[in-house]
């Protein structure tokens, strides 16, 4: 069975910085794209940032500038660089990837359960 699991939430102050992670396991034959995105209460969940298997990377224009997502695909691990942090980033962080798993040819999309950043002023 495949799982995502993020990790690396927290309270931070704004202008602080944390470091998301998102380790998948399972039999995967092979991850393809990978993001992050994040929910507050009562309102939409939003793309924050995606990467490819080869590095190819887009952002969120609110967070441009400030965050960076990057991947160890040796590790199938994902992470999220959060930088100068503003009130308006606290929510839900989810990972998502696009994956094959071993037992089908088929892609699926899957979603770890969530990591909470909280920022305060």
């Known amino acids: 069975q495949v799982q995502l699991v993020e990790s690396g939430g927290g309270l931070v102050q704004a202008g602080g910085s944390l470091r998301l992670s998102c380790a998948a396991s399972g039999t995967i034959f092979r991850i393809n794209a990978m993001g992050w995105y994040r929910q507050a209460p009562g309102k939409q969940r939003d793309l924050v940032a995606t990467i490819t298997s080869g590095g190819s990377t887009n952002y969120a224009d609110s967070v441009k500038g400030r965050f960076t997502i990057s991947r160890d695909n040796a590790k199938n691990t994902m992470y999220l660089q959060m930088n100068s942090l503003k009130l308006e980033d606290t929510a839900v962080y989810y990972c998502?990837?696009?994956?094959?798993?071993?037992?089908?040819?088929?892609?699926?999309?899957?979603w770890g359960q969530g990591t909470q950043v909280t920022v305060s002023s």
């Open positions: 998502n990837a696009r994956l094959l798993p071993a037992s089908t040819p088929d892609e699926y999309s899957y």
